[in-house]
């Protein structure tokens, strides 16, 4: 396929943290009520396969939650298939014209300031909403520019397909995949993705050779047909023939249509939106993920960040956190064992379930 660069209005089109370590970390009960950062939507959609109460889904982007709530009105709306091909599943294989009938479908359903907002967007619907970021652009341009340069497009396709025997996909990793050729790739992709970041905030670390020694453990432990990170950072996009998301999977479909009335999409930055919420008087949560929004905040803003997080959790109630790998952040010292508990434990069983290579180990504790 030939890959173009779309008009980009999204830093974050995909949630390239796993969903998978959050859910096992956080346990979620029936009838929880759950705090989330939105982003697309992805990963606060899924939340609701565990059966919340509500999801509260907050963002300080405007696309960013016009995205979510896009995607939130193909789930209510749309039929599975409908949906995933709108959203870019199979993208080649789906004409631009009928993501655009698709669409058609659906607006009316959309809040009028989201429904001008994507009346504007009608390449990014027809190319694929899925796929129209910043990271996604570059690991779209990776796979066509270098990892099929780097590998053949058959062993690709054996290797996406592997995970029944992880002996087998192990050696077949070391002796096919993991070529001098492919490392290079890896690592240019590495300095592409992060090139045009703050340098106040990203330290200066070989990115490449992080990624690349997670990439190794991932691509040796974890069968890959499940792993839909390594589909896109392989092939730059879904085909269907593998694990989709999980929101975006047949499987999941039906619970997420039900249960899609729960959330609740919130546009605020997120200390000051902790800091002020015990003044609304509404209910305290049973588990709150702040994915890696602490890497864009200081040493301070993060701790008094996990000090408001805390303070509107139930006892028992879950916290976690991920941050850029080389730029960890923990929890404030003078939390522990006194308003939380860190949960070692889970932490390690958590980052054996991480399918994406970006990533420190999830944090986690309880509320006491």
Known sequence: PVFFIVRIRF????????IAPIRHAMEIKSGDRIFT?????????????????????????????????????????????????????????????????????IRKALAPDVREFWDSMKSEIEFGVIHCGTFDTIFRNAAEDMVYVALDKR??????????????????????????????????????????????????????????RRMVDIYKSIPMKENHFAEYFFTGGYSGKYKLREYLQEENFATLKDRIGRMQWVHGELTDWLAKYPSTQQPKFDGICVSNIADWLSLANHNAAIESAAKISNPGGRIVFWNLKGMPKYWPSEMINKTIKVEHELEASATLLDRSPIWEPLRVATVL
């Open 37 to 105: 950062i939105a982003s697309c939507g992805a990963n606060a959609m899924t939340l609701l396969l565990d059966d919340p109460a509500d999801v509260v889904a907050l963002d300080l982007s405007i696309p960013q939650l016009h995205l979510a709530k896009l995607q939130a009105a193909c789930i209510k709306h749309l039929t599975h298939q409908e949906f995933i091909d709108f959203a870019g599943v199979d993208r080649e294989n789906v004409k631009p014209e009928e993501r655009v009938r698709i669409y058609k479908e």
């Open 11 to 18: 830093f974050f089109i995909q949630n390239w943290e796993d």
């Open 155 to 212: 062993d690709i396709k054996t290797f996406l397909g592997m995970g029944d025997d992880i002996e087998e996909q192990a050696n077949f990793f070391e002796e096919v995949i993991n070529t001098k050729h492919w490392r290079k790739a890896m690592y240019r992709r590495a300095y592409n993705q992060l090139k045009d970041f703050d340098n106040s905030i990203i330290p200066d670390v070989d990115y490449g050779t992080l990624f690349y």
